[in-house]
């Protein structure tokens, strides 16, 4: 099935979807693409928001900016998301987890890129609006849609 059907089809069945992805067996070359589109995809929901900020404060050139989010989004993230995925797992064998790092390392991989459009949206919403109410309400619904698809889909993995 196409990615962006799968990321549509998270958000109605989160649990289903990675059973599914799991169900191809461990293929680190498609979680590390899966994190990587997601990073790229968060990387480019930054631009309207350091635009933004490059207008308002020249000082610091938008060239700038954006190698700097470069860096921590495409570079630094993943490694940081393979961390907590560690994290998350070790944590789910204190709960009596049975899946496997590569289950956990899935499950928030995917999570992540399917929460990935709204982050796009939290972009625009930065880049034209800027600091405010409809931010922090798009911010709020981002961070409350990862965290339902992130921990549906751990469930399912560590079963």
Same mark, same amino acid.
């Given at each position: 099935?196409?990615?962006?059907?799968?990321?549509?089809?998270?958000?109605?069945?989160?649990?289903?979807?990675?059973?599914?992805?799991?169900?191809?067996?461990?293929?680190?070359?498609?979680?590390?693409?899966?994190?990587?589109?997601?990073?790229?995809?968060?990387?480019?929901?930054?631009?309207?928001?350091?635009?933004?900020?490059?207008?308002?404060?020249?000082?610091?050139?938008?060239?700038?900016?954006? %190698?700097?989010? $470069? *860096?921590?989004?495409?570079? #630094?993230?993943?490694? /940081? =998301?393979?961390?907590? !995925? @560690? &994290?998350?797992?070790?944590?789910?064998?204190?709960?009596?987890?049975?899946?496997?790092?590569?289950?956990?390392?899935?499950?928030?991989?995917?999570?992540?890129?399917? %929460?990935?459009? $709204? *982050?796009?949206?939290?972009? #625009?919403?930065?880049? /034209? =609006?800027?600091?405010? !109410? @409809? &931010?922090?309400?798009?911010?709020?619904?981002?961070?409350?849609?990862?965290?339902?698809?992130?921990?549906?889909?751990?469930?399912?993995?560590?079963?």
């Amino acid at each position: 099935m196409p990615v962006t059907l799968d990321m549509l089809r998270s958000w109605r069945d989160p649990r289903g979807v990675i059973r599914a992805k799991l169900a191809d067996g461990p293929r680190e070359d498609r979680a590390l693409a899966t994190v990587m589109g997601a990073c790229a995809l968060i990387f480019v929901s930054q631009w309207p928001r350091l635009s933004r900020e490059a207008f308002l404060q020249p000082e610091v050139p938008l060239e700038a900016r954006m %190698v700097g989010a $470069l *860096m921590g989004v495409v570079f #630094l993230l993943p490694l /940081f =998301l393979y961390a907590v !995925a @560690a &994290l998350s797992h070790l944590v789910a064998r204190l709960f009596g987890g049975k899946g496997t790092w590569f289950s956990a390392r899935l499950a928030l991989f995917w999570a992540l890129l399917s %929460v990935a459009p $709204l *982050m796009l949206l939290n972009g #625009l919403v930065a880049g /034209f =609006l800027g600091q405010g !109410a @409809a &931010l922090t309400a798009v911010g709020i619904a981002v961070a409350a849609g990862f965290l339902y698809l992130w921990i549906n889909m751990l469930i399912e993995a560590e079963r």
